[in-house]
């Protein structure tokens, strides 16, 4: 699964990278974004454009906004038929904003976090889904989920799932109008010999701990 990720560059950096603009009323940086939070996306609705949706998704026949607690990831060997994804794989789908995520390795008793990023640490995005729910009381509540996949090399000392990681080339393709069925190959591990893994401080375990300190590498350990 990808329960945290970071999105600490400059939003100049972020809009010349995706060529978008960025409400700097909503912009900020997020060293530690976790479930439930108010983060930037680019849908395919909105291309040009960061949209901002809370991380776990309300599909749009949900009675009740707290399923999306349990929608914060969908794997992708089945959103094609799964209820809760099936149509936003077809309609909905987003790039989420991003240059590194934290996974746990379980070890006994312990978890011990890592902190994952493309080898030079720039930017790059997840396959997403969003959706838009309208609540009992009118409010209208954007959400998504990111989509995981089968661990790469890198991560399988470290996880047995990993968020589905996009190249620039295929970022384009993802929120395209391309039917699903002939995109469903971009949902791959992502080449292990471009990423990199470090151990990072247990203070990552908290998200109310969101500075740069939660990033520091605990111990000198790369796969």
Avoid at 61 to 73: F, P, Q, S, V
Avoid at 127 to 133: D, F, N
């Amino acid at each position: 699964m990808c329960g945290r990720f970071s999105i600490t560059k400059e939003k100049d950096v972020i809009e010349e990278r995706f060529e978008i603009h960025i409400d700097p009323a909503m912009f900020t940086k997020n060293y530690n974004a976790a479930p439930s939070q108010i983060l930037p996306v680019i849908t395919n609705s909105e291309p040009k454009l960061a949209s901002f949706h809370k991380w776990g998704l309300i599909p749009h026949w949900a009675k009740d906004e707290t399923i999306g607690n349990k929608l914060i990831n969908a794997r992708g060997e089945t959103i094609a038929e799964k209820p809760s994804f099936r149509d936003a794989a077809e309609k909905r789908r987003c790039l989420v904003i991003t240059d590194g995520f934290y996974e746990w390795q379980r070890s006994g008793g312990e978890k011990q976090p890592y902190r994952i990023t493309l080898a030079d640490e720039s930017l790059f995005t997840f396959a997403g889904l969003w959706e838009s729910w309208k609540a009992e009381d009118g409010r209208d509540i954007r959400t998504f989920t990111i989509i995981t996949t089968e661990p790469n090399g890198l991560m399988k000392p470290i996880h047995n799932r990993m968020p589905v990681m996009l190249t620039p080339e295929n970022e384009k393709v993802w929120i395209s109008d391309d039917p699903l069925e002939q995109i469903l190959h971009l949902l791959q591990p992502y080449d292990e010999k471009e990423m990199n893994a470090y151990p990072v401080t247990k203070k990552v375990n908290s998200p109310k701990n969101n500075d740069r300190s939660v990033m520091e590498s605990d111990q000198q350990l790369l796969f």
